[in-house]
């Protein structure tokens, strides 16, 4: 069974960082494109950033780009997200999801990320 | 970038009526479109994908048509299983963009 489990997220001050992990299980993590989703409050989904099997290659969303670092350890089939000088509206809760077929076909619970002084 | 639209935004339906959704896209996409169910503080789960595959497991009153810049996502018979919101999103760059969402709720 293909399980994927976020961790990381809390409450941070604008302008910190924060690291969020993701730990996949129950397929071949390392032939899997990766990808960070977050969805703000009551609001819709919005992708953030992914990275390619082998961590060669990596996109971003406009609005993360140079603060936002997607990362991965096949070693440890884990999933990463480094997010430096947060802004209040990166708040939302972040998913983890892989990529098969060339969309999010699993998604991890979430977790939520609070950006407030 | 690519734009996506839903309509309508809010679709207050009957178990057992026939339920339809639009998704828009700015420009083609030729069927690189799928669409996903969301229920209250669950993460989205994936119904169809290019455009009008059934994932694994999805019943088959859901179905997906569509290409281009337009999509639907049908229910045949609405179960009370299926009061929640829909996204389309979009993969046919190396980045997906997400619809905002159509909320299904009971009439």
């Known amino acids: 069974e293909v399980q994927l489990v976020e961790s990381g997220g809390d409450l941070v001050q604008p302008g910190r960082s924060l690291r969020l992990s993701c730990t996949a299980s129950?397929?071949?993590?390392?032939?899997?494109?990766m990808n960070w989703v977050r969805q703000a409050p009551g609001k819709g989904l919005e992708w953030v950033a992914n990275i390619k099997h082998d961590g060669s290659e990596t996109h971003y969303l406009d609005s993360v780009k140079g603060r936002f670092t997607i990362s991965r350890d096949n070693a440890k089939n884990s999933l990463y997200l480094q997010m430096n000088s947060l802004r209040a509206e990166d708040t939302a809760v972040y998913y983890c999801?892989?990529?098969?077929?060339?969309?999010?076909?699993?998604w991890g619970q979430g977790t939520l990320v609070t950006v407030s002084s | 970038d690519i734009q996506m639209t839903q309509s309508p935004s809010t679709l207050s339906a009957s178990v057992g009526d026939r339920v339809t959704i639009t998704c828009r896209a700015s420009q083609s996409i030729s069927d690189w479109l799928a669409w996903f169910q969301q229920k209250p503080g669950k993460a989205p789960k994936l119904l169809i994908y290019k455009a009008s595959t059934l994932e694994s497991g999805v019943p088959s009153r859901f179905s997906g048509s569509g290409s281009g810049t337009e999509f639907t996502l049908t229910i045949s018979c609405l179960q009370p299983d299926d009061f929640a919101t829909y996204f389309c999103q979009q993969y046919s760059r190396y980045f997906f963009t997400f619809g905002p969402g159509t909320k299904v709720d009971i009439k």
């Open positions: 999801a892989r990529e098969g077929r060339g969309v999010p076909d699993y």
């Open positions: 129950g397929f071949t993590f390392s032939r899997f494109w």
